[in-house]
């Protein structure tokens, strides 16, 4: 059996995400880069600073809080278990870094909050 028919077999769709394939971090991944892109623009639009308290609280515990923070990188991103522990495609997970997270923290860049701990 060829490394194609294997993968063809392993019930992996181009464009789908296969859950013993990490689906899980990758939906949890997004749903954080939303939830800190949108109370970013909750708190622009709103002047309300809990939005930006909790998007920076986020990003905090995420990046920066060494007790906590993630040291996320793409080296397993797009592995296919048996197959691939990783592909060159995996680069299109940091999708949500270089976009959402970035455009967040440059809403959020002259909230005074970033100046408290807390």
């Not at 870094?97 to 408290?116: C, H, N, P």
């Amino acid at each position: 059996m060829t490394i194609l028919t294997r993968f063809c077999n392993s019930g992996v769709d181009d464009g789908q995400a296969a859950t013993a394939a990490g689906h899980g971090e990758t939906a949890r991944l997004e749903d954080f880069t939303d939830q800190v892109y949108t109370l970013a623009l909750a708190w622009y639009f709103s002047d309300n600073a809990a939005y930006a308290d909790k998007a920076i609280s986020l990003i905090r515990t995420w990046f920066i809080d060494p007790e906590t923070r993630m040291n996320p990188n793409l080296d397993f991103a797009q592995g296919v278990p048996g197959i691939a522990p990783g592909r060159g495609a995996g680069v299109l997970d940091g999708r949500y870094f270089s976009t959402l997270i970035v455009d967040a923290l440059i809403m959020l860049r002259d909230y005074q909050g970033w100046k408290k701990r807390g």
